[in-house]
């Protein structure tokens, strides 16, 4: 039997055993279940049952190279960033993050609260489900995890500390690889373009040279600034949910980079829900989408205006005029980012079921060319996105050039 004093990649005999070593309420557990659940890009992820007694934990472990495809050969140290994102998380935004039993170094891999009670929100949509309650939850996430992890709240040495402490190049990479260039420039010839929409995609992403200069200053924009601690890949298969409750899951690509990434990513996300509702007809859904994406944006206003009077700690914040100056480059971030998701997901390596699952293909075909044409609105005319309503407006007149 392993003592796990070495790391090596576990199957589930190994994590049954090494739950009993490391957890004191499984170590003379008589009936165990262990079972592998991870559907991700990168990691492996076991939920761990007691059957005598219903207690159950999640183990995540992380591997050398990535799921999605062997060419992401990664360092397993990923999973001390993402576990202690998720402690830092769970520090500012109580009740909205799983709770951390341990994080072994060693293994590269954690113990957390077991979420199977709740349902992953992309899910739940592809069903067209509704949660009245997901504005709120995110916006609560955001607002404190984003906004008092910066140089606005923090001791500017303590920030600098824990910027040096989430370096995670590696997966920054990825996402430097997957978002910000290969959907525009197809470089390692690695998008994925449905058939029939080939000439779309060349025209309106691979030589639309004035869309390749916003992405660069995008991308370099995502390089550079060290804004705040961000989730990294905050969209609606990182999130479990009910009607009550709403968790952020996987922050392994935390570091510290533009707030706006994480808004955006929500955005684009609410965005192939309302095409997936939009392709069935589903008025009903459609028009909660709707209502989300205004109270996303409203609330986050509201809220982070509320955060930044109460916790702001650096003397230059006092001035009202450089707060709304500060809000308005955090949302002009915001709208460019989403852009880059909704591009990203539609023809590059890591696509979203939301789209991908539309039937008939004609279906698919017009919801990918509606993400898409929304995709270069918000990065071409990124400051004209400070509500909700305006990100409608740009799905409206999307959906109306489609009709053309």
Partial sequence: MHIFDQYFLMNTDDVTHYVKAKIESFEYAQNITCKEIGDGNLNYVYRVVNTDTNESVIVKQAGTTARISDEFVLSTSRNKIETEALQLQHMLAAGLVPEIYLLDETMSC???EDLSHLTIMRTALLNFETFPHFAEHIT????????????????????????????????????????????????????????????????????NKELHLEVAKLKFH???????????????????????????????????????????????????????????????????????????MDLFETKFSQVWDEYATEVVTKNEEFKEHYFNDVLKDTAGMAGLELSRRIVGLAKVKDITTIEPIENRLKAERLCLRVAETLILNSTDFR??????????????????
Wanted: hydrophobic fraction near 40%; charged fraction near 25%.
């Fill in 110 to 112: 954690c113990i957390m």
């Fill in 140 to 207: 609560d996430f955001m607002v404190n995890t984003l906004l008092r992890t910066s140089d606005v709240v923090l001791d500017h040495k303590d920030k600098k500390e824990l910027v040096r402490k989430f370096i995670n190049p590696e997966l920054c990479e990825i996402s430097e690889d997957l978002v910000f260039t290969e959907p525009f420039h197809n470089n390692f010839n690695r998008n994925e373009v449905t058939p029939g929409n080939e000439d779309f995609v060349q025209e309106n992403l691979y030589v």
């Fill in 387 to 404: 509500y909700g309503g305006h990100y409608l407006t740009a799905l409206q007149n999307a959906q109306q050039e489609e009709k053309k």
């Fill in 222 to 296: 995502f390089m550079n600034n060290t804004q705040s601690l961000v989730h990294g890949d905050l969209h609606t298969g990182s999130i479990f949910i009910d009607q009550d409750d709403t968790k952020i899951i996987d922050p392994e690509f935390a570091f510290f980079g533009p707030m706006g990434y994480d808004i955006g990513n929500i955005m684009a996300n609410l965005i192939f829900a309302w095409a997936r509702g939009n392709a069935y007809q589903e008025k009903e859904f459609t028009e909660w989408v709707e209502h989300t994406l205004f109270d996303v």
